[in-house]
């Protein structure tokens, strides 16, 4: 029996990814897959960056083709997350999908590649089918009560 790789791929990896194989499958809408950085380092600096739009719970890829819009929360294989910090970007994706965008949590690099193939080709019924599978896992894993969520 082999193991599988994916269980050991860092978000960061994943996401590079992810952005690489769209930049060589679909060459002439590379600048539609962009990166939203809501990272900081310091209370001083996320001040700043709140200051200047920065939003807690924003999604790390979003994809605009043809007046569809989605955003892509990436969480690495097997990674083990604060259960308010879920909440709080599931807040955000459920604010983005009641304003006619579609959102997907997932660790699944073949999941995401779908959705991003999706919202390429206008496909609602997977759009939505995916979307609906990411927010069940996350809401089955907060179900359980305890402090973190596991991808």
Same mark, same amino acid.
């Given at each position: @029996?082999? !193991?599988?790789?994916?269980? #050991?791929? =860092?978000?960061?990896?994943?996401? #590079?990814?992810i952005? &690489? ?8 809408? !590379?600048? @539609? ?5 809501? /990272?900081?380092?310091?209370? &001083?600096?996320?001040? #700043? ?7 807690? $719970?924003?999604?790390? %890829? @979003? *994809?605009?083709? /043809? ?5 892509i929360? +990436? !969480?690495?294989? $097997? =990674? ?5 910090? *879920?909440?709080?970007? +599931? ?8 304003n ?15 959705? *991003? +193939?999706?919202? *390429?080709? $206008? !496909? /609602?019924?997977? %759009? ?10 996350? #809401? =089955?894993? %907060?179900?359980?009560? &305890? ?5």
């Amino acid at each position: @029996m082999t !193991k599988d790789k994916s269980q #050991h791929v =860092s978000e960061e990896k994943l996401q #590079h990814n992810i952005v &690489k194989w769209h930049q060589n499958e679909y060459p002439e809408r !590379k600048e @539609m897959l962009f990166e939203v950085n809501n /990272d900081t380092h310091s209370v &001083k600096q996320a001040m #700043h960056r709140r200051a200047m739009g920065m939003q807690s $719970g924003a999604a790390d %890829l @979003m *994809i605009v083709a /043809d007046g569809r819009v989605g955003a892509i929360e +990436i !969480k690495s294989p $097997g =990674s083990t997350h604060n259960a308010d910090h *879920i909440r709080n970007q +599931i807040g955000w994706g459920t604010i983005f999908a009641k304003n006619q965008g579609w959102y997907l949590i997932s660790q699944h690099e073949d999941k995401i590649k779908d959705f *991003i +193939i999706a919202v *390429i080709d $206008g !496909k /609602d019924d997977t %759009l939505a089918d995916l979307c609906n599978e990411g927010f069940h896992h996350v #809401h =089955s894993e %907060l179900m359980k009560n &305890k402090k973190t969520v596991r991808f």
